[in-house]
């Protein structure tokens, strides 16, 4: 089993910035692509950004130029991903979950959330 645990959402005003980590313990091996996703409320999950295990990266373009997910474990428990959020703005306003994905079983693996806010 793979558990995901997000930390680094809260308040924080138009054009501020937020960092999100997830940490993913367990049974972490075939994790190969890791990510961040988002629901606001009356709207449907949807995509923020990922990484695979080699670097490549994939964004939304609603966050391209302003967000960079990263990914660098220190520990060999652990696998991490970092969500570095700059220049925020209201229509940002989520809960933002961080997402697992094992390949090539395509297995996903989700967080609980952290409630990003942004608003004056």
């Known amino acids: 089993q793979v558990q995901l645990v997000e930390s680094g959402g809260g308040l924080v005003q138009p054009g501020g910035s937020l960092r999100l980590s997830c940490a993913a313990s367990?049974?972490?091996?075939?994790?190969?692509?890791m990510g961040w996703y988002r629901q606001a409320p009356g709207k449907q999950r949807e995509l923020v950004a990922t990484i695979t295990g080699g670097g490549s990266t994939n964004y939304a373009d609603s966050v391209k130029g302003r967000f960079t997910i990263s990914t660098i474990s220190r520990d060999s428990a652990k696998k991490m991903v970092y969500l570095q959020m700059n220049s925020l703005k209201p229509e940002d306003t989520a809960v933002y979950y961080c997402y697992a994905l094992k390949t090539p079983i395509l297995r996903d693996y989700w967080g609980q959330g952290t409630q990003v806010t942004v608003s004056s």
């Open positions: 367990g049974s972490i091996f075939s994790i190969n692509v």
